[in-house]
């Protein structure tokens, strides 16, 4: 924190505003005692229901999304972030340096090989963390990188076999890579443990029925085939 | 469950929300509309 307070007054002058969100579910107090004593002056929110991790997709901090003056996400890091890490600071600064219509509009390549590294090396630090191997099997499935996600997604399941998540996330990660056997495989699994989830019912419907989604989602016959399949669940 | 999950990305209008402050004021994301804004998401545990 008193980092990013040295940068918040360094770019005080570039129309700039940091933010902070303590995510924490335990009330003000912590993050209050923690912001008084660190000394800065920018606003620090509590986000004791865990808005932010539902409406940016994490599960894990401290990440940083930098926004520019229209509203736009220029940058977001999730997990790793930090005013230590000086490639973080130089992205940051160069984004302060310059006029908003000058920057491009996708992430360069390296950014994200950038994001993919340091997920796994975070992956590998918490080896036996089924939470954080699932949330970067997450993030490693939204960067677009099946196979570690695969990886990540399988570890997550053995630590916890309970984790329906986990399961259905190895499922698609196995889809993406091609291997629609073991991919429904994995989904029936979650399945089992979520039977009343109605998302990995209908992923498993998509790839073994495709006729009743495209071209058009045949909302009648789902209805027909949930109670045909609760009516055997319920017999076996 | 969070299978659903719609990050949003870099290119992307950031969500806007409303949260209290350590002190219990009330702030929303769009106050901050025409500033550079970084925001920086930690947890004290």
Redesign the interface.
């Known amino acids: 924190?008193p980092g990013?307070q040295q940068?918040a007054e360094k770019h005080a002058g570039?129309?700039?505003?940091?933010?902070?969100?303590?995510?924490?579910g335990?009330g003000?107090e912590?993050?209050?005692?923690?912001?008084e004593a660190s000394g800065v002056t920018f606003?620090?929110?509590?986000?004791a229901s865990g808005?932010?991790f539902?409406?940016?997709?994490?599960?894990a901090?401290?990440?940083?999304?930098?926004?520019?003056?229209t509203?736009?996400?220029?940058?977001?890091l999730f997990t790793g972030?930090s005013v230590d890490r000086e490639d973080v600071v130089a992205q940051?600064e160069t984004?302060?340096a310059t006029p908003v219509g000058d920057i491009p509009?996708?992430?360069t390549v390296a950014q994200q090989s950038l994001e993919i590294e340091v997920m796994l090396e975070q992956a590998a630090a918490h080896g036996n963390d089924p939470h954080m191997q699932l949330s970067l099997a997450?993030s490693l499935l939204?960067e677009g990188s099946s196979e570690h996600a695969a990886k990540a997604f399988r570890r997550a399941f053995e630590l916890d076999c309970e984790s329906?998540?986990a399961a259905?996330?190895l499922g698609?990660a196995l889809h993406q890579l091609g291997q629609s056997t073991e991919a429904l495989a994995s989904w029936r699994r979650a399945l089992q443990i979520?039977p009343d989830?109605f998302?990995?019912r209908k992923q498993i419907w998509r790839v073994e029925y495709p006729e009743r989604f495209y071209p058009v989602i045949d909302y009648d016959w789902q209805k027909v085939k949930l109670a045909q399949e609760k009516a055997a669940e319920g017999r076996a | 469950m969070s299978v659903t999950l719609q990050r949003p990305e870099v290119g992307m209008e950031a969500p806007d929300f409303s949260l209290p402050d350590v002190y219990g004021k009330r702030w929303s994301w769009s106050q901050f509309r025409g500033k550079r804004v970084l925001l920086y998401m930690w947890a004290s545990w």
């Not at chain 1, 606003?43 to 986000?47: E, L």
């Open positions: 924190m990013w940068f570039d129309n700039f505003q940091m933010l902070s969100v303590a995510m924490d335990g003000v912590k993050p209050r005692a923690f912001v606003p620090t929110f509590v986000d808005l932010l539902r409406l940016y997709g994490f599960t901090v401290p990440n940083g999304v930098y926004v520019d003056e509203g736009i996400i220029r940058f977001q972030f940051l984004l302060l509009a996708t992430p997450e939204q329906a998540n259905f996330g698609t979520e989830n998302i990995i």
